[in-house]
């Protein structure tokens, strides 16, 4: 963006435009994003002034600056804008000089020079600015600024300040959650929970073994759940009580498609011949954006001892052919079988969800 994109522009305007560009250099320099760009309004009256409009030099940034030693200035080194401006003698006694100025082909390389020459400049040994880069809070930031010297007038601080406030300028500083997600990766998720059939007094439990599969799937869904919520993920739990198993289905569906949602999870418990044993997951299609969730799932209870059967495709369950979401079914062992009831005795319901949790949203 150039300065005289700004010239007609309302302050309103000009700060909705130049906002993101401060955010953005904060990103990368660690210079608050509030005070530099009080700082571009004050120094360059709005990016009107004659230095920004003819060099796009927002912040008087002169040719040679602090020794040019410090790193990473975005200036070409060679243009120059030369202007008169004023220097006071002994602090008082007012004179004019032609002075060259650095001009840039954009205001984002004037922030970014700035920003620079702020993280960079030394007083000796020492950094002019230490302790600025990464400082939140603006007014700590401009006392620094005035302790390194950068204006010799202390009316200079209190006049960003004024401008900071009365335009509500830190809604362009960068969000400390923000950054912590960013680096964390630990996206939230919206998740639909549900366990299978109704309530084992209902007209529809699921099937029964040596434990009862809806008495315990419920346990384990809403334990899922809590665990899930306390991850800071928002949860929907969706099982239901139906009429009979048709009614209980289209039941479950219709709460779960009330929200928009990442994933669809059911937990259910597997029946057969008192044989088979182990945990399977299930899901819709093999390109179903819920497979690396279904993976991360059945890994996790092999872990926990449960022979692996693994995740298997399939597409005539109305819970996964119906639901709007990416959604999966986890079998977790058989209700019928003598071994896999007695590690899930020995393991407790909590460690089943919480491997399950671990296999939607790991803690990172
Ligand atoms: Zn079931």
């Given at each position: 963006m150039k300065a005289i994109e700004l010239k007609g522009l309302t302050p309103d305007k000009i700060i909705t435009?130049?906002?993101?560009l401060f955010t953005a250099d904060q990103k990368k320099s660690g210079i608050l994003a509030s005070m530099s760009m009080g700082q571009f309004i004050l120094e360059s009256g709005w990016g009107k002034s004659e230095l920004?409009?003819?060099?796009n030099n927002c912040f008087g940034m002169k040719k040679n600056l602090s020794g040019n030693t410090w790193a990473g200035s975005t200036w070409d080194k060679k243009s120059v804008y030369e202007k008169v401006t004023a220097e006071y003698k002994n602090g008082k006694d007012k004179y004019y000089i032609k002075a060259a100025f650095r001009k840039y082909s954009s205001i984002e390389l004037s922030i970014a020079d700035h920003s620079a020459y702020l993280n960079g400049a030394m007083n000796g040994s020492v950094k002019r600015y230490a302790g600025?880069?990464?400082?939140?809070?603006?007014?700590?930031a401009l006392g620094i600024i005035r302790a390194g010297g950068y204006a010799t007038s202390s009316q200079y601080g209190r006049d960003v300040i004024k401008i900071i406030e009365q335009y509500n300028l830190t809604r362009f500083d960068v969000k400390e959650e923000a950054k912590k997600k960013e680096k964390k990766g630990t996206k939230k998720m919206k998740i639909n929970v549900h366990a299978g059939h109704t309530k084992q007094s209902g007209n529809a439990p699921g099937a029964s073994g040596i434990v009862h599969e809806s008495v315990e799937d419920r346990k384990i869904a809403n334990e899922l759940i809590k665990i899930l919520k306390k991850r800071g993920h928002k949860v929907h739990k969706c099982t239901s009580n139906g009429k009979n198993s048709r009614?209980?289905?289209?039941r479950i569906v219709t709460k779960c498609n009330k929200h928009k949602v990442d994933l669809d999870v059911s937990i259910h418990l597997n029946c057969y011949n008192k044989s088979a044993h182990g945990t399977e997951t299930l899901?819709?299609?093999s390109d179903s954006k819920?497979?690396?969730?279904?993976?991360?799932i059945d890994?996790?209870?092999t872990k926990l001892g449960f022979t692996d059967r693994g995740v298997k495709v399939r597409n005539d369950l109305y819970v996964l052919r119906r639901t709007n979401a990416p959604a999966l079914l986890v079998e977790t062992f058989f209700c019928d079988n003598r071994g896999d009831c007695n590690?899930?005795?020995?393991l407790g319901y909590k460690k089943i969800a919480k491997a399950i949790a671990d296999g939607i949203a790991p803690v990172k």
């Open positions: 435009k130049i906002g993101p920004a409009q003819k060099a600025l880069k990464g400082c939140k809070d603006y007014k700590q009614d209980n289905l289209q899901i819709f299609s819920a497979k690396p969730y279904a993976k991360r890994a996790n209870l590690l899930y005795k020995k």
